[in-house]
């Protein structure tokens, strides 16, 4: 059975950065697309960033990511990873990874995975 664990989550100040990190077992990641996707309190679930699977040749971000967030994977080792830099409050919820067969698609859009990890907290603030 697929899974995803996500590790990484934890309290940054304004302007840092943080490495997330998505465990996948149970498929292996090559066929995979992953989705990185964040929820804040009181907000709807919002995708993030996603990669395609085989060679990861497709990414796509959110505007309001991109420039300061890079996804990548690491088939042999069956991890994703969303590098987070200049980090701001808005940022700050808890953050899911997300794996489909299908393709990497913008935008990143829940609908688009059928299997999820159950999240890890970012906590943006001085």
């Known amino acids: 059975q697929l899974q995803l664990v996500e590790s990484g989550g934890d309290l940054v100040q304004p302007g840092g950065s943080l490495r997330l990190s998505c465990a996948v077992s149970g498929w292996s990641l090559a066929y995979l697309s992953i989705g990185w996707f964040r929820q804040a309190p009181g907000k709807e679930r919002e995708g993030v960033s996603c990669?395609?699977?085989?060679?990861?040749?497709?990414?796509n971000y959110a505007d309001s990511v991109e420039g300061r967030f890079t996804i990548s994977r690491d088939d042999a080792k069956n991890m994703v990873f969303l590098q987070m830099n200049s980090l701001k409050p808005e940022d700050a919820a808890e953050y899911f990874c997300a794996a489909d067969p299908g393709v990497c698609l913008a935008p990143v859009l829940i609908g688009h995975f059928r299997y999820w990890g159950r999240g890890t907290q970012v906590t943006v603030s001085s």
């Open positions: 990669i395609s699977g085989s060679d990861g040749s497709t990414v």
